[in-house]
C-alpha cells in the first residue's frame, strides 16, 4: 500500500512562507463578485486603465511580423537602449544597455533575481518595515534571513543612521529598499538618500533599490534613484517595471539596471530560470517610453482620488491618514474599539462590504492599505458604506 504524501514533501523554505497578502485578497474579492455578492475591492495594486493604444498596436504589429520566438536571455537591444536612455535622461544613471540591462517576466522575478542570484544561507537582508509583502518570502526562499528595521507613522516613517544601523550583523550582505513605498506612500528626501547610500558604502553591502512607482508621485515630489550617485552606483541594483506606469500588470516585464559584473551573473541564473522575457511583449514595450502623456494623465487622475479618499478618510472618527506623496496606496491609522489591522478590516468587511489590507501584511498593525487604483464611483461607494458603519 502506498502512502499518501503529506507537508513533509513541501520544500521546507516553501512551508516557511504563507501566500501574498494581497493577492489573496484580490482573488477573494473576485471569487465573490463572480457569485453576485457586492463587493467594494479596495487590495489590488493594479491600475485600472487600459494599456496605452500604441503599445497594444505594437504587439499586435510584433506578432504578425513573427517576433514570436526565443531572444537573447538579457533581451530585446532595442529595448535595452530605450531603457538605458530612460535610465540617463529621467534618473541620471548611466548603463551600458549591452552589458548593464536585464528585461525580466516581471518587476516582481527581477527582485527575486537578485536575491536569488547573491544570497545564500546564513545570509542576513535588511528590509525597511512596513514592506511589500513578497520581500521577505523571497528572501526566505533563497535560504538567506530577512532581518526588519521597523518604522513608525507616527514619525512618518523616517529613515535615520540610528535605525539602520540596529541590525547589523557580521552577516548583513543586502539591504531592500523601496520608493516610492508600497504600502505607505512614502517617497525618500534627499537627506535619507544621503543616509542610505552612505551606510550601503559603509558596511559594502549590495542594495536592491526598488522603484517601481517612480512615476506617480504628486505635488511636485520626484523620487530619487540610489544609483544616481555614481559613488554607490556599483552596490545598486534599481529594480524596475513596466506593470504601474504604464498600465501593463498582464504583460509581465520587469527590468534591471546594475554593474555590469553584477549582471553577468544574474542573466546566467534567467537563461535556466526562464530563457527570456516575452518577445513580442519586449518589442511592443518600446513604445511605452514614447506615452508620457497617458502616464501624467493616470497621475492626474489619482491625485484626484487620492485627494477625495484622504479627505473623507479623516472625516471618520477612529481613523488618521497622511496623503501619500506617491503611489496609489492609503495608509490610514485606524484606532476603534482596541482592533489591530486584521480584526478591523474583517470587520469593515463583514459588515461594510469594503475589502482593504490589513497593515499586518506588511509587518504594521496599527494601518489599514486602501488602493484608490479604482474608480472614483467604487472609491465613494466604500467611503459611504465605512462612514454609516463607523459614525
Known amino acids: 500500500m502506498v502512502n499518501k504524501l503529506d507537508d513533509s514533501i513541501v520544500n521546507s523554505k516553501v512551508q516557511s512562507i504563507g501566500p501574498s497578502a494581497s493577492s489573496s485578497l484580490n482573488d477573494k474579492a473576485?471569487?465573490?463578485r463572480a457569485e453576485g455578492k457586492k463587493i467594494v475591492n479596495l487590495t489590488i495594486g493594479?491600475?485600472?486603465?487600459?494599456?496605452?493604444?500604441?503599445?497594444?498596436?505594437?504587439?499586435y504589429k510584433s506578432i504578425e511580423l513573427g517576433f514570436t520566438h526565443y531572444v537573447p536571455s538579457s533581451g530585446v537591444n532595442t529595448l535595452k537602449e530605450s531603457i538605458a536612455d530612460k535610465f540617463l535622461k529621467e534618473n541620471n544613471i548611466a548603463f551600458n544597455p549591452a552589458e548593464e540591462i536585464i528585461v525580466?517576466?516581471?518587476?516582481?522575478?527581477?527582485?527575486?533575481?537578485?536575491?536569488?542570484?547573491f544570497l545564500e544561507e546564513g545570509d542576513e537582508v535588511?528590509?525597511?518595515?512596513?514592506?511589500?509583502?513578497?520581500?521577505?518570502?523571497?528572501?526566505?526562499?533563497s535560504g538567506a534571513k530577512p532581518v526588519p528595521i521597523p518604522l513608525y507613522y507616527d514619525d512618518n516613517f523616517k529613515i535615520t543612521r540610528e535605525k539602520l544601523e540596529e541590525n547589523v550583523t557580521n552577516n548583513t550582505k543586502m539591504i531592500i529598499l523601496n520608493s516610492p513605498n508600497n504600502p505607505t506612500g512614502r517617497v525618500f528626501t534627499e537627506k535619507e538618500v544621503g543616509i542610505i547610500?552612505?551606510?550601503?558604502?559603509?558596511?559594502?553591502?549590495?542594495?536592491?533599490?526598488?522603484?517601481?512607482?517612480?512615476?506617480?508621485?504628486?505635488?511636485?515630489?520626484?523620487?530619487?534613484?540610489?544609483?544616481?550617485?555614481?559613488?554607490?552606483?556599483?552596490?545598486?541594483?534599481t529594480i524596475n517595471g513596466f506593470s504601474k506606469s504604464y498600465a501593463m500588470?498582464?504583460?509581465?516585464?520587469?527590468?534591471?539596471?546594475?554593474n555590469k559584473n553584477l549582471v553577468k551573473e544574474m542573466v546566467k541564473v534567467q537563461q535556466h530560470l526562464v530563457s527570456c522575457a516575452t518577445s513580442f511583449a519586449q518589442y511592443a514595450a518600446v513604445e511605452a517610453f514614447a506615452c508620457k502623456d497617458e502616464v501624467y494623465a493616470m497621475v492626474e487622475d489619482y491625485k484626484k482620488r487620492r485627494d477625495f479618499l484622504v479627505t473623507a478618510l479623516n472625516s471618520i472618527p477612529g481613523i488618521e491618514c497622511r496623503s501619500p506623496e506617491g503611489t496609489f496606496y492609503?495608509?490610514?491609522?485606524?484606532?476603534?474599539?482596541?482592533?489591530?489591522?486584521?480584526?478591523?478590516s474583517q470587520y469593515i468587511f463583514e459588515n461594510a462590504g469594503v475589502l482593504v489590507t490589513p497593515g499586518a501584511a506588511y509587518n504594521n498593525n496599527e494601518c489599514i492599505r486602501l488602493s484608490f487604483a479604482a474608480s472614483m464611483e467604487e472609491l465613494k461607494e466604500g467611503v459611504e458604506n465605512l462612514r454609516k458603519l463607523l459614525i
Do not use: H
Open 104 to 117: 525580466t517576466p516581471g518587476g516582481k522575478f527581477a527582485i527575486y533575481l537578485a536575491i536569488i542570484t
Open 197 to 237: 547610500n552612505q551606510f550601503v558604502l559603509d558596511y559594502n553591502i549590495l542594495a536592491i533599490s526598488d522603484e517601481i512607482y517612480e512615476d506617480i508621485v504628486y505635488d511636485d515630489v520626484k523620487n530619487i534613484s540610489l544609483a544616481s550617485d555614481p559613488a554607490v552606483k556599483e552596490n545598486i541594483i
Open 249 to 258: 500588470t498582464g504583460w509581465r516585464l520587469g527590468y534591471i539596471g546594475a
Open 30 to 32: 473576485m471569487k465573490l
Open 330 to 344: 492609503a495608509f490610514a491609522k485606524v484606532e476603534y474599539n482596541g482592533m489591530n489591522s486584521e480584526e478591523f
Open 46 to 59: 493594479e491600475p485600472n486603465f487600459d494599456t496605452p493604444k500604441r503599445v497594444k498596436e505594437a504587439a
Open 126 to 141: 535588511l528590509v525597511l518595515d512596513p514592506s511589500w509583502v513578497s520581500y521577505k518570502p523571497l528572501v526566505q526562499l
